[in-house]
């Protein structure tokens, strides 16, 4: 926390803000970054490639774990694509919350989680910049 005195506030709520069309938009911009990288992490990327990568062969304790991380994933994702992908991509977010709903047995689990980071991949695709 940091803490400021009366004087320097007074200074800097006296300066003049910019609140013209383009400033906004590169405001709401980084905003949108900024909301998208919370949400977006490293980790996510890493299981993606554990599942679609090309030497990915998960065992099937590790596809238990990544289906359970990308469940995480999709509730996080239903929160911010709204506000970062336009217009909203309704099939793209049905097919990955009905997926993400499905918990089939062993022998279907590994192409289930292969389904699942598709989905959630193809979002990713359609957030563009603001996904990287």
């Known amino acids: 926390m940091v803490a400021v005195t009366v004087d320097v506030a007074a200074q800097l709520l006296s300066r003049r803000a910019s609140n013209d069309r383009e400033t906004v938009g590169m405001f709401l911009a980084g905003l949108r970054r900024s909301l998208a990288h919370e949400a977006i992490t490293d980790e996510l990327y890493d299981d993606l490639e554990a599942v679609l990568g090309e030497h990915a062969h998960p065992a099937p304790h ?51 989680v292969r389904r699942l980071a598709l989905a959630i991949l193809a979002l990713l695709d359609l957030m563009g910049d603001d996904a990287e």
Do not use: C, W
Request: proline share 10%; aromatic share 6%.
């Open 62 to 112: 590790e596809t238990a774990v990544v289906a359970g991380r990308f469940r995480k994933a999709t509730t996080t994702l239903v929160e911010i694509v709204p506000n970062l992908v336009q217009p909203y991509p309704v099939d793209e977010m049905r097919h990955l919350i009905y997926l993400s709903a499905e918990h089939p047995g062993p022998e279907g689990a590994h192409g289930h």
